[in-house]
């Protein structure tokens, strides 16, 4: 079994930063993309970064230029950098990993932290 286990997330004022952090632990083998994903009250939960195993990155477009994605593949570890927050980035973030162990590819989720950006 493996666990995804976020960290970071708070209360933060429009303008500020926060970095989430989210650690693989368990029975892993190898790592494919790594990513972060959102979801607002009412709101389907939606991409934010993604990083391959070799540091291809993909942002959406709202946070293209204040978020930045990095990971660290001995610790199988995704951080997510956050500057110059908005009210609109407010969700519960959540970490993302596809498993590989060779036969199959195995999504696996973290459980969320919570994101809040106050006007």
């Known amino acids: 079994q493996v666990l995804l286990v976020e960290s970071g997330g708070g209360l933060v004022q429009a303008g500020g930063s926060l970095r989430l952090s989210c650690a693989a632990s368990?029975?892993?083998?190898?790592?494919?993309?790594m990513g972060w994903y959102r979801q607002a009250p009412g709101k389907q939960r939606e991409l934010v970064a993604r990083?391959?195993?070799?540091?291809?990155?993909n942002y959406a477009d709202s946070v293209k230029g204040r978020f930045t994605i990095s990971r660290d593949n001995a610790k199988n570890t995704v951080y997510l950098q956050m500057n110059s927050l908005k009210p609109e980035d407010t969700g519960i973030y959540y970490c993302?990993?596809?498993?590989?162990?060779?036969?199959?590819?195995?999504?696996?989720w973290g459980q969320g932290t919570q994101v809040t950006v106050s006007s």
């Open positions: 993302n990993a596809e498993l590989n162990y060779g036969f199959q590819v195995v999504p696996s």
């Open positions: 368990g029975r892993i083998f190898s790592i494919n993309d």
């Open positions: 990083i391959t195993s070799r540091g291809v990155i």
